[in-house]
C-alpha cells in the first residue's frame, strides 16, 4: 500500500492556493518526499500528514522552485522531535546546495545522510521503497524517479509443512527474515511462491518528453508528470525552456502503458489548467489534471 | 504617506493562513519590506502588490523564519523585468547569508547591494525613506527599524516673493532643488518654513522588551511589536527564547507613548491570538493584534 499526495502542483512561482511542485508518499509508518519548494512545508500541514516520519528527501534538481521550501521544512522536522537521520537523495551537487541553504537552518537535532546521483540509472534501497533515478532531459542535470513497493510471493503453508518446520518460525519467513531450526538455514524463498506484482509509481518533472521516461515509466500504476504548457500553441516555448505540453506528457503516458496519468507543474500563466483536460484526454484517456492536495493509495492487485 | 502591510504575523513556523512575520511598506513608487519567511511572495500575491518596485529588504536578523523566503522572492522579482539594484540590510553576516541562499538563486536580472548594520544605532537614507536601525536584545544579533518619512517646511509664498525669484524656479525649490538665479545659488530653505511633523514607524521582533525599544520607539504614528506569547504565564518561556509576552509588548507601547500597536510573530502553539486582545489592552488600550495582510496609510497631519 502506497499513499500518494501532490502537495503542490505549480512551476516556476507559487501562487495563492497553488504551491510548487512537491509529492509526498506513505508506505509502513515511513515518509518520502520528492521535491521540496517553497511552502511545501505548509501543504503538509494542511493535509495534516505528520513531519516526524520523513525519512527520505528527493531531488529531481536544485532550481528554486524544487528545494526552496528544505531549509524550513528542516527547522519544523527539527520541531516535531525527530533524532533520526534523514536521507537526502539528487543529482550531483546535493551536499554543496544543502550546505548553502542551511546557512539558515546550521543546528539540526538529526543527521543528514546524502546520496548523489552521477550515473545515467541509479537503483537504490531505502526504508522499505526501491527507487529507481533516470536522467531527463532539462536545462540541468535533473533526474525522474520511480518508486517501487516490491511484493513477495504467497507463503505456501504446504510449503512449510513439507519442510516440517514448526509454526512458531513461518511468520519469521512470510516476513523475509532467516530461520536456523536444527542447524540447518531456511531463507524466505523456501516457503515463498514467486514475487508478486508491486506498486510503481512513475514521477517525472522537468524535462522534454525523451525516449528515456517512456521506458521507465512503463507499467506504472500511476504517472505524475510534469504539463507545464497546456496549449498546443505552447511547444515552441516548452522546447525552449526544455518542459512539456500537455500532448506530450499523454502521449510519453500512452506509448508507456502507465494506469493513470496525473499532471502536474503547471506555468503561472495556466490559470485553470483543468480546462484544458480534454487536449490530454486525446492522447490518454485515464488523465487527470493534478491539484494541490489531490490524493490517492495506491494498493496490491486482489 | 506610508502604505503599510502586514504580509505575515506568525513566528517559528508558517500555518496554513499565517505567514512568516514580514512588513512591506509603499512609499512614493518605492516598496521595502522588513522581513522575508518561507511564503512571503505569497502574501505579497493575496494582498495584490507589486514585485517589481520593491528598492529595499531590511532584516531584523537570519533565523530561518525571517529570511526563508528571500530566493523564491528574488527569482520572482527576477521574473517581473527588474533590471535595477536592489538594497538589502541587515546585521553583520548579510553577504555570507544571502550568498549561501543564493545557491538556488544564482543568476538574478539584477545586482544586490548590501549594506551591513555593526553599530548599536545607524541612520541610513534610502529611496526617500529614513531609516534607523538598533540593536535589540535576542539570542543572535536582532535589530529594530524605525521608517520614518520626513516632511519638509510649507512652502512659503511670501518668502519666495520677497526674493524676487520668477515663478518658474519655485517649483524646483519646494521640491528639494537648489536654484541659481542671476548668479545667485538658492536653497530651499530659502522658501520653506520649519520642518513639520512627519510619519514614524517602528517595527520590533525578535527580542526581550529592552529599554532601547522604549527609547527608539517614542511617539512612533505605529508601533509594530512581536507578541510571541498571549499568556502571562508564558513568562518563563518568553525569558528563555527572548521574545516577548503581550503584556510586555502592550507595556513597551505604553511607555513609548506610541499612537497605536500591532502585535505581531505569534507562537505556533498561539492558535486564537486575537482571544487575548484585552491582555495587552490592560496596558495599552489602543492595540490590535495582527493578522495577515492587515494594512493601513500613515498619513501627514492636516
Given at each position: 500500500m502506497l499513499d500518494v499526495c501532490l502537495l503542490g502542483t505549480g512551476g516556476m512561482?507559487?501562487?495563492?492556493?497553488?504551491?510548487?511542485t512537491s509529492l509526498m508518499l506513505r508506505h509502513n509508518g515511513s515518509n518520502m518526499l520528492i521535491d521540496c519548494g517553497e511552502g511545501t512545508q505548509i501543504s503538509i500541514r494542511q493535509k495534516g500528514w505528520s513531519f516526524k516520519p520523513i525519512d527520505v528527501?528527493?531531488?529531481?534538481?536544485?532550481?528554486?522552485?524544487h528545494i526552496g521550501g528544505l531549509p524550513g521544512l528542516l527547522l519544523t522536522i527539527g520541531n516535531s522531535d525527530r533524532r533520526e537521520p534523514i536521507t537526502l537523495i539528487g543529482p550531483k551537487g546535493l551536499e554543496r546546495v544543502v550546505k548553502g541553504l542551511r546557512v539558515i537552518a546550521p543546528e539540526l537535532p538529526f543527521a543528514l545522510d546524502f546520496i548523489e546521483l552521477h550515473e545515467q540509472y541509479h537503483t537504490l534501497q531505502v526504508k522499505g521503497y526501491t527507487l529507481e533515478a533516470y536522467k531527463l532531459n532539462h536545462n540541468v542535470t535533473c533526474y525522474g524517479y520511480n518508486v517501487?513497493?516490491?511484493?513477495q510471493g504467497k507463503f505456501l503453508v504446504e510449503k512449510a509443512k513439507a519442510l516440517g518446520l514448526p509454526v512458531q518460525?513461518?511468520?519469521t519467513l512470510q516476513k523475509g527474515g532467516t530461520v536456523t531450526y536444527q542447524d540447518k538455514e531456511?531463507?524466505?524463498d523456501a516457503v515463498l511462491g514467486a514475487p508478486r506484482k508491486g506498486i510503481k509509481l512513475s514521477y517525472c518533472t522537468d524535462t522534454r518528453p525523451v525516449k528515456n521516461i517512456e521506458m521507465h515509466a512503463k507499467d506504472a500504476d500511476l504517472f505524475i508528470c510534469e504539463g507545464m504548457y497546456a496549449d498546443e500553441e505552447k511547444e515552441n516555448r516548452a522546447n525552449e525552456y526544455k518542459h512539456m505540453t500537455f500532448e506530450e506528457a499523454a502521449s510519453l503516458a500512452s506509448?508507456?502503458?502507465v494506469k493513470e496519468l496525473w499532471l502536474t507543474h503547471f506555468s503561472p500563466s495556466l490559470v485553470r489548467?483543468?480546462?484544458?483536460?480534454h487536449v490530454a484526454q486525446k492522447y490518454f484517456e485515464n488523465t487527470k489534471v493534478g491539484k494541490d492536495r489531490m490524493s490517492t493509495t495506491l494498493k496490491f492487485e486482489e
Open positions: 512561482m507559487p501562487l495563492p492556493n497553488r504551491w510548487l528527501i528527493c531531488f529531481t534538481h536544485y532550481h528554486g522552485d517501487n513497493i516490491n511484493r518460525y513461518w511468520n531456511y531463507q524466505p506509448k508507456a502503458h489548467p483543468k480546462d484544458y483536460v
